[in-house]
């Protein structure tokens, strides 16, 4: 049997697990990004956490599989300018590689939950699949004809900075404008809810989210769900959004199937995948696929970066 250590790096959560062949977890520890301004002694502690759990369960390692979020630059092995993280810049192949001992296997979080998707998933049996992640941002993973897609440097698959708006009203985090991400992701709801409630003062005028302090994403659609009118005007124009988006990703890839996950997803299928397909096919040439949540939840990172450390996908090699 083979083992593997998992880290799943999020915007605000870090999991590390140790896993088998056959997608077993056997434990998981989960902390705060943010409890670390430095990253080294950020890495320190995944380190820490991978020594711990090879120990307890007297087990080897293949490897260490590692999914962050990006941009990224996979042939340094490393985080470079990253927006979500509190991190400029995390070194993770070379000191990870160095604290453990142990080969690293490292890419895109996104890429590396469609890498989960592929080997442990709903992907297993498809050759063509995009897996979304719509969180606090919003990214993707590609596989095309069963090869994954990665690009010069490892982001050929930021999709969640695909233009859905001409306009460029808001601003994305990575300091462009009119990007998916911008209008669709957990921090981007919150803003074009503010652009909305400057352009319809009548209906914001009359909402229950004026008396919010600070607007949430799940904020507009508690309030969706509770006839709020001026959160069914964000919502709409959200799921709209998120057509275009799938239906670029439809007309670029032509995949057989595309999961969703990701909190804002994960927490609002019953209201972000309602008719999805068929607004889809309002603006996609190539033939809409099955678009689904995904199966595997929110354990869809550590999944991916489980197979990764089990040196499951030949793309992404342990170095």
């Not at 999991?15 to 950020?42: C, K």
């Not at 209008?183 to 503010?194: E, L, R, T, V």
């Amino acid at each position: 049997m083979k083992y593997a250590v998992a880290v799943d790096i999020g915007a605000t959560q870090t999991r590390v697990a140790l896993g088998n062949e056959e997608g077993e977890i056997f434990e998981i520890e989960v902390f705060p990004t943010r409890s670390f301004s430095n990253p080294d002694q950020y890495l320190e502690h995944i380190a820490r956490l991978a020594k711990t759990f090879t120990q307890k369960h007297n087990v080897d390692i293949v490897g260490i599989g590692v999914g962050s979020p990006g941009p990224i630059d996979m042939e340094k092995g490393e985080v470079i300018k990253s927006v979500n993280l509190p991190f400029q810049r995390l070194e993770i192949v070379r000191v990870l590689k160095n604290l453990t001992g142990k080969k690293i296997a490292f890419t895109n979080d996104a890429v590396t939950a469609a890498v989960g998707e592929k080997f442990f998933g709903a992907g297993r049996g498809h050759r063509n699949l995009v897996y979304v992640t719509i969180s606090t941002g919003i990214g993707g993973g590609v596989y095309v004809d069963d090869t994954l897609l990665l690009g010069k440097q490892g982001n050929a698959h930021e999709i969640g900075h695909i233009v859905v708006d001409s306009n460029e009203e808001i601003t994305c985090g990575c300091g462009k404008k009119g990007h998916w991400e911008a209008y669709c992701s957990g921090a981007g709801i919150p803003k074009y809810a503010k652009l909305l409630s400057n352009r319809h003062p009548d209906l914001w005028s009359r909402s229950i989210l004026r008396a919010k302090e600070t607007l949430t994403a799940k904020d507009i659609f508690d309030a969706y769900r509770n006839g709020d009118s001026f959160a069914r005007l964000v919502i709409q124009g959200v799921k709209r959004y998120n057509a275009y988006g799938f239906a670029a990703i439809t007309n670029a890839y032509d995949p057989e199937i595309i999961t969703i996950g990701g909190s804002v997803a994960l927490n609002n299928s019953d209201i972000l995948l309602a008719n999805i397909e068929k607004e889809v096919e309002n603006y996609a040439v190539n033939t809409v696929p099955k678009i689904i949540l995904t199966p595997l939840g929110d354990k869809i990172g550590i999944m991916g970066a489980l197979a990764l450390g089990l040196g499951k996908e030949p793309k992404v090699p342990l170095r």
